[in-house]
């Protein structure tokens, strides 16, 4: 069965800082996709980066990089330089090829202090 | 401009008044899916559809229905609801790609039911 692990509830940083969100996942399936999203306190989910199991290169978006371990089953979002405007939930979630559902991990909530 | 659009944005309504939450996605896409989500639970699938005519259980289904008439529309109703079904509601749609797993899901801005 697929499992999004998200062991951070909640995460501080200061305005320009980088930081690291943590996802683990579990699946059998050796093709899959995996998805990061925001979520701000008006409550949209907004997709951010996107990596699949068999990219080479880590995904990167902007300020947005994603840090793909395959062998250790991770998948960490890092924000560099980060903005007031990015304190939100953040959700890790995976999708496996021939599947359409997301599943999602519960979530970190990052706070951007100045 | 590429939309996902729930109604109603927040309703309070009262145990066993049933109630219908309308999705409408504008980019033409096979896949919508409705998820709720809960404090500590992160977000869990309720149904999905694959196409018109196409609809199958999610992993919390139970209370729930779902129609997929026209391929825009994929309403969630809730025949008789209960406090335990109080929660954000989102609807999502992506293309199906016969197989990738590389469309991000576009979602709805969300519902909060309140059920009292």
Redesign the interface.
């Given at each position: 069965a697929q499992k999004?692990t998200q062991t951070q509830p909640g995460m501080f940083v200061q305005e320009k800082e980088a930081v690291t969100l943590d996802c683990t996942y579990d699946t059998s399936d050796p093709?899959?996709?995996l998805?990061w999203?925001k979520q701000p306190s008006?409550?949209?989910?907004i997709?951010l980066i996107?990596q699949?199991s068999y990219d080479q290169q880590n995904a990167t978006e902007g300020r947005y990089s994603l840090n793909f371990q395959k062998a250790r089953k991770s998948a960490n979002l890092v924000i560099s330089a980060s903005q007031l405007g990015d304190s939100a939930m953040y959700?890790c979630?995976m999708?496996?090829?021939?599947?359409?559902?997301?599943v999602?991990?519960?979530?970190t909530r990052l706070l951007v202090s100045p | 401009e590429a939309q996902v659009t729930q109604n109603p944005r927040y309703l309070i309504t009262v145990t066993g008044k049933k109630l219908t939450v309308t999705c409408s996605q504008n980019m033409n896409h096979e896949y919508m899916s409705w998820y709720r989500q809960d404090p500590g639970l992160g977000l869990r699938q309720i149904y999905y559809s694959m196409n018109v005519e196409v609809t199958d259980k999610g992993d919390v289904p139970e209370g729930y229905k779902v129609s997929r008439k026209e391929k825009r529309n994929f309403p969630l109703i809730l025949e008789s609801p209960s406090p335990n079904q109080t929660s954000l509601y989102f609807c999502a749609s992506s293309p199906w790609t016969g197989g990738g797993s590389n469309q991000p899901q576009h979602f709805g801005d969300g519902t909060r039911l309140s059920i009292l």
């Open positions: 999004i093709s899959y996709g998805f999203y008006s409550g949209e989910m997709f996107y699949g959700f979630a999708r496996n090829t021939g599947f359409q559902k997301l999602f991990g519960t979530g | -």
